[in-house]
């Protein structure tokens, strides 16, 4: 007997389960992002100071935020790219013209993406 559908349902529904952590981890990851930056705001510069010190305190702060702040992007832009890689996947697993449905939606291959509906 071939196992070849059944082979193929159990990778269509793996990649859909994997596309929708990843859509989780994205949402996840860019709250995370928008509560540090509204919790840690940047340095304000300052418009005059009465000494070099005070420059290099802001200069070390700013440095210190901004190093900070391009790891959150970078965890952003990776969980973005997980998508990404997941909506190919499916985009490729997906019947031409014929619906997919599993856990209440129906995947519908549309050219190079696809769009997902509640069914029922």
């Given at each position: 007997m071939d196992n070849g559908p059944e082979?193929?349902?159990?990778?269509?529904?793996?990649?859909?389960?994997e596309l929708n952590e990843a859509?989780?981890?994205?949402?996840?990851?860019?709250?995370?992002?928008?509560?540090?930056?509204?919790?840690n705001p940047p340095?304000?510069?300052?418009?005059?100071?009465?000494?070099?010190?005070?420059?290099?305190?802001?200069?070390?702060?700013?440095n210190a935020w901004n190093k900070l702040y391009r790891e959150r992007r970078e965890r952003l832009e990776k969980a973005q790219a997980r998508l990404h890689a997941a909506q190919e996947k499916l985009v490729s697993l997906l019947p031409?013209?014929?619906?997919?449905?599993?856990?209440?939606?129906r995947y519908q291959r549309e050219g190079g993406s696809y769009r997902a509906d509640r069914v029922g």
């Open positions: 082979q193929r349902d159990e990778e269509i529904r793996a990649t859909i389960d859509h989780e981890n994205v949402r996840r990851v860019r709250e995370e992002g928008e509560r540090w930056q509204q919790e340095p304000k510069q300052p418009r005059s100071v009465k000494s070099m010190a005070e420059i290099e305190r802001f200069e070390h702060s700013n031409e013209q014929i619906g997919y449905e599993y856990k209440g939606k």
